[in-house]
């Protein structure tokens, strides 16, 4: 199974950049999420769009400033950025699952998905 992340780079703050991720071995009928695993850190958990109940959900630090989105013509996951901080700088990585999940959470963590893209970087300079 793969997935194909990208749209990352280095961008200034206060930058936008909008990531994608592809899941054409899927029939579009699963959630996909994004997280982040900064250096040194763990992964955390940015957004997710379930397309089983049309929830969203957003890490409390990049609500307002980032969005997720589908096309569904196209199969695709955006993750809209906007207003980036230096703090946003991580590894970006997309994944998703053959069961059903739903993205009306509080938290999303990394075991709710069993299928993981490569990652791609983006950098914010201050």
């Known amino acids: 199974v793969q997935l194909q992340a990208s749209g990352g780079g280095l961008v200034q703050s206060g930058g936008s950049l909008r990531l994608s991720c592809s899941t054409p071995?899927?029939?579009?009928?699963?959630?996909v999420g994004w997280f982040r695993q900064a250096s040194g850190k763990e992964r955390e958990g940015v957004s997710c769009f379930s397309p089983i109940d049309g929830s969203t959900s957003y890490a409390d630090s990049v609500k307002g400033r980032f969005a997720i989105s589908k096309n569904n013509a196209e199969n695709t996951v955006y993750l809209q950025m906007n207003n980036l901080k230096p703090e946003d700088t991580a590894v970006y990585y997309c994944a998703t699952d053959a069961s059903p999940i739903s993205c009306d959470t509080s938290e999303l963590h990394v075991e709710m998905f069993g299928y993981w893209g490569q990652g791609t970087e983006v950098t914010v300079s201050s």
């Open positions: 071995e899927f029939d579009g009928s699963n959630a």
